[in-house]
């Protein structure tokens, strides 16, 4: 089949394997880009697993909280300049405050904008119209706790509870909020800087984890073993894949001697109770949107061509 320059362009920004090897892989898949990713693993020519997504779109993040919840939005803008506006800035604020109240995307989509008779999607049309350059509310969510306390992160701030990329992290305990608040802070910040696929082990994708373990297979089989070592490969690559992505299995980034699990065992030291991290949220601006980029299509469209 004929492969695209999107297509290329897409599974070498997946990937970050070279052009001429993402349009082997495609070829090789007749262009189904899951298994062109797989294809290039196999192959050892892709070290990094498939990108969650790519910062694709400009924007804010913004985030707010209240007694034991918090809540996270982002809206998008086309440009930087506009995400850099007080106007703008002020805007996504005072959705982040709407969210915390509303929580879903829909609901707060057609709640009441602070001040206003207007909804927030129609506030938004309505800064569209003056700033002449598209916007758009993307989504929200919400993590609350009957006890404990909700933590939130935002890195790169541009201004309070504003910036590039967001994180809540709920922890529930009976001890002391004070000292769970700052330790869940931390966690925030960990999760900000590793993008763990899930809090435990049980709550992986099944279908990601065979996936994996159909890869890990593959790979070792290349080694030409017996399968019962073979197996015992798949095994601890399958450990060394939970560890790099469930939260609890990897290691504290404030302190990689120990896993964000015996942190959390520690840190009950000083909360004066059993604490568990309930759940986490992560927003990072524009990820799974594609941007556009004409001179980069181009170069691809050439190598396709040859």
């Known amino acids: 089949m004929s492969i695209s320059a999107a297509q290329v362009k897409e599974l070498r920004d997946l990937t970050g394997a070279g052009m001429m090897d993402c349009k082997a892989a495609l070829n090789e898949t007749n262009g189904n880009m899951e298994e062109a990713v797989d294809w290039l693993r196999k192959k050892g ?6 990108k969650a997504g790519r910062t694709a779109a400009e924007g804010l993040i913004g985030v707010d909280s209240g007694v034991r919840e918090a809540a996270i939005v982002e809206v998008n803008s086309e440009t930087d300049f506009v995400a850099r506006n007080a106007a703008f800035q002020e805007i996504v604020a005072n959705v982040a405050k709407v969210a915390l109240a509303y929580g879903t995307t829909e609901a707060v989509a057609a709640a009441k904008y602070p001040g206003s008779d207007k909804s927030i999607t129609d506030t938004i049309k309505d800064a569209v119209g003056t700033s002449g350059e598209n916007m758009g509310f993307r989504r929200s969510a919400k993590l609350t ?30 001890g002391n909020e004070h000292a769970a608040h700052a330790f869940a802070r931390q966690v925030a910040m960990h999760v900000a800087a590793t993008n763990p696929m899930a809090l435990t082990t049980e709550e992986l994708d099944p279908a990601a984890v065979e996936r994996e373990k159909a890869i890990f297979a593959d790979q070792a089989r290349q080694t030409g073993k017996p399968e019962a070592i073979i197996e015992k490969m798949v095994e601890g690559r399958l450990r060394k894949f939970y560890e790099e992505v469930v939260l609890l299995k990897q290691a504290f980034v404030l302190n990689p001697d120990i896993t964000v699990e015996k942190a959390l065992k520690d840190a009950e030291k000083e909360i004066g109770a059993p604490a568990k991290i309930s759940a986490y949220l992560r927003f990072a601006l524009g990820e799974g949107i594609e941007k556009e980029t004409t001179d980069f299509a181009a170069e691809v469209a050439a190598v396709v061509k040859k």
């Open 45 to 50: 020519i892709s070290k990094a697993d498939k």
């Open 145 to 174: 706790v009957p006890h404990g306390t909700v933590a939130t992160y935002v890195h790169n701030a541009v201004a309070d509870g504003l910036g590039k990329l967001g994180v809540l992290v709920a922890i529930e305990t009976t």
